[in-house]
């Protein structure tokens, strides 16, 4: 248990980080990084990684899981936004629900190819036989 949520924390600080600096790239944001709001970044994003553990359930439906996740990512960074005392105005949400997507496609995409990676090398096993 340990050891995923090692995983779950070290996956939510690379993909929170990869969203702040996509949102500070794609949005033109002139927010001068501080060691404060680097360390809030990244312990936002691992709370986000903890969040993920929403995914391994089999009780709830998936819509109510992306509901409940992105939800409760919008919570986390909102409390993130105040911290840093960022604007936090409707242009937010927008941004908010575009970075969203863009790093759901990305887990996906890597999910794909995982899967995709491990499907090879049993059908390369499975040839070898």
Sequence with gaps: MMQKLLRYTIRGIGYGSFAYLLTLL??????????????????????????????????????????????????LITLMMLYNGWSCDLRYLGIFAVIYAIVWVVVRLNQHLKVTEINQALAHRRAQQ
């Design 26 to 75: 794609l949005f033109h944001i002139q927010i001068r990084p501080t060691v404060a709001s680097t360390l809030s970044v990244w312990l936002i994003s691992a709370g986000i990684g903890w969040l993920s553990f929403l995914f391994e359930s089999d009780r709830l439906p998936f819509w109510l899981i992306i509901l409940l996740h992105c939800l409760g990512t919008l919570g």
